[in-house]
């Protein structure tokens, strides 16, 4: 129910021109690194992308044109935001575990055009135009180290080796520090292929409370196309036979709108970002630029992780490295594995297993035991030992949230129900103080298994 549903109409096109892309236009962008954390991926991003390999030869580079060459309009609904980072992820060739709010939020914020750093739990649709050409990609080889012309910029080899190949105290933030620098400066990803061709993509959000159908954002992005009044001019699927009554239903939506164009010849291109000059010639048009005026139209990407983990033997300095590189992306930042504490108890926390090496490190994010785990957290009524009570800053109780449309075991302090029974003992009944009242010794159960989903091994 939740993933995207996406309705295609392939269109028979014929290319125009001969003329043809120089190879370093085409190619400057493989091999090279993005922190995806940090950029739309719906747009362009050259700026941000940083050179980790001293130039890459001709020989690594792959162009398949077969079953790449076509053009295609369709819609793409999203009903919530789990469904865009699943599209979006997929598409760029992301890990399930990378299909998250946390890589992908700056993307979807652009779209919807939010103002706020925060998961936006939002439905929409996007109408897509793609005309593709060639699909580039970097041989699998030159990017995993099996090709020894192809090596690492000695400034990145350096940077790297500065890391520290032991993380004393992973639940802390600062222990990470020199990684979230590497990351800032070097990214997490490389860019292992594109498309090229050119593509126009309208996108239309609401917060997912608006309850708006599938067909209502159909509409919706017929009408932002070209006007209320032309929505049904559109030569698209699902634009061609609009009611009077879905009509006059879209002009009472509230709803963002946004546009991203790739490719074409400058002035098609402007004259589709606004309203008032777009039309279906002009589509066709960008659709015939796709040989002449030809851009990066989609990216997939290769881990920063798995690359080094590749040219580096195992148990090696710069092997761990690796290891613990894609522990901190994937595991602290993407899952989402802050350090939390409450009444001197660690929530939550991110450790190693207790099957870690240091040549091999493995962490795992952990939940306090649910129960009392300090004495004046454990309240009893009535004579000792009838009915006991775990409440206050170090009771332990688990809930599941939603985080980028995936629910997520976390554990937080109960300080305000009484909850029966949890981590009392019947030994040594005391007295406490006159803000705690009576109160029963806890069992200090300690932090849970996190293989019990109470939490996530990476």
């Known amino acids: 129910m939740f993933g995207p549903l996406v309705l295609f109409i392939f269109l028979t096109v014929t290319f125009r021109g001969s003329c043809e ?25 050259q700026q941000r992308e940083r050179a980790i390999f001293e130039s890459l030869p001709s020989k690594c580079f792959l162009s398949e044109t077969k079953n790449i060459q076509s053009s295609r309009k369709f819609f793409e609904y999203y009903a919530n935001s789990k469904s865009f980072y699943k599209s979006l992820g997929t598409q760029s060739g992301l890990s399930v575990s990378l299909q998250s709010s946390y890589t992908l939020s700056a993307t979807l914020n652009v779209a919807t055009k939010s103002t706020s750093s925060k998961e936006s739990k939002v439905s929409g649709m996007s109408l897509n135009v793609l005309a593709s050409t060639k699909k580039i990609l970097v041989r699998k080889g030159c990017l995993l180290g099996d090709e020894s012309s192809v090596t690492l910029k000695e400034e990145f080899v350096r940077k790297l080796e500065q ?74 699927a699902g634009c061609t036979e609009i009611t009077s009554e879905e009509k006059s239903r879209e002009s009472q939506m509230s709803t963002s709108i946004k546009v991203f164009i790739r490719g074409g010849d400058p002035q098609t291109s402007n004259k589709l970002l606004h309203q008032n000059t777009r039309s279906n010639e002009l589509i066709s048009q960008l659709m015939n630029d796709a040989t002449d005026y030809a851009a990066s139209i989609e990216h997939t990407f290769t881990s920063m992780w798995d690359i080094l983990r590749s040219r580096y033997d195992i148990g090696s300095p710069n092997h761990v490295r690796a290891i613990n590189l894609e522990n901190y992306f994937i595991g602290y930042l993407s899952y989402g594995c802050r350090l939390v504490e409450s009444g001197g108890v660690k929530l939550q926390k991110f450790d190693r297993t207790e099957g870690s090496t240091e040549n091999s490190p493995r962490f795992e994010c952990s939940l306090a035991k649910e129960g009392c785990h300090g004495e004046d957290d454990c309240h009893y009524k009535g004579y000792p030992g009838i009915w006991c009570s775990c409440r206050g800053s170090s009771c332990v109780r688990y809930k599941s949230v939603e985080q980028g449309g995936v629910r997520k075991q976390t554990a937080y302090a109960n300080n305000k129900e009484d909850w029966a029974w949890q981590g009392c003992d019947w030994d040594a009944a005391v007295q406490g103080t006159p803000n705690h009242g009576a109160h029963l010794k806890a069992k200090d159960p300690g932090q849970s298994d996190p293989t019990e989903m109470k939490g996530k091994k990476i």
């Open 163 to 236: 890391l520290p190949v032991t993380i004393k105290k992973p639940w802390l933030e600062n222990a990470w520090q020199p990684y979230r620098t590497f990351i800032r400066n070097y990214g997490s990803h490389v860019v292992s292929s594109v498309t090229r061709g050119t593509s126009f993509k309208l996108m239309t959000f609401a917060a997912s409370s608006k309850s708006y159908s599938e067909r209502d954002f159909q509409v919706k992005a017929c009408a932002a196309f070209a006007g209320p009044t032309a929505a049904g001019k559109l030569d698209v």
């Open 21 to 45: 892309v120089p190879p370093s236009a085409e190619t400057v962008e493989l091999g090279k690194a993005v922190n995806l954390r940090g950029v739309n991926l719906l747009d362009d991003f």
